[in-house]
């Protein structure tokens, strides 16, 4: 069973920045694409960032040139570098990996953007 967990969430003041990190409980490149969603109260969870197998990368118009996805196979991670945070970011952030047509989902962590 595929687990993916998710940390570096927390408090960031309007304009902060964090980096949240996925470590996979298998060799990343098992997976088709990896990536990032995020889900705020009231609201579907929506895409914000994903790399495929070959490493490209694929981006939310509304985080373009603030985030950015990057790995590192042999430490099976998939991290998030979110800067220039707003308010509208404070969401429950959620990993993701797809294998063909399996979603694998992470518990999500917290990222809260507060004034």
């Known amino acids: 069973q595929v687990q993916l967990v998710e940390s570096g969430g927390g408090l960031v003041q309007p304009g902060g920045s964090l980096r949240l990190s996925c470590v996979a409980s298998e060799n990343i490149f098992n997976f088709n694409i990896m990536g990032w969603y995020r889900q705020a109260p009231g609201k579907q969870r929506e895409l914000v960032a994903t790399?495929?197998?070959?490493?490209?990368?694929n981006y939310a118009d509304s985080v373009k040139g603030r985030f950015m996805i990057y790995r590192n196979g042999a430490e099976k991670t998939v991290w998030l570098q979110m800067n220039s945070l707003s308010h509208e970011e404070t969401a429950v952030y959620f990993c993701?990996?797809?294998?063909?047509?399996?979603?694998?989902w992470g518990q999500g962590t917290q990222v809260t953007v507060y004034s």
């Open positions: 790399i495929n197998v070959g490493g490209v990368t």
């Open positions: 993701n990996a797809q294998i063909l047509r399996q979603k694998y």
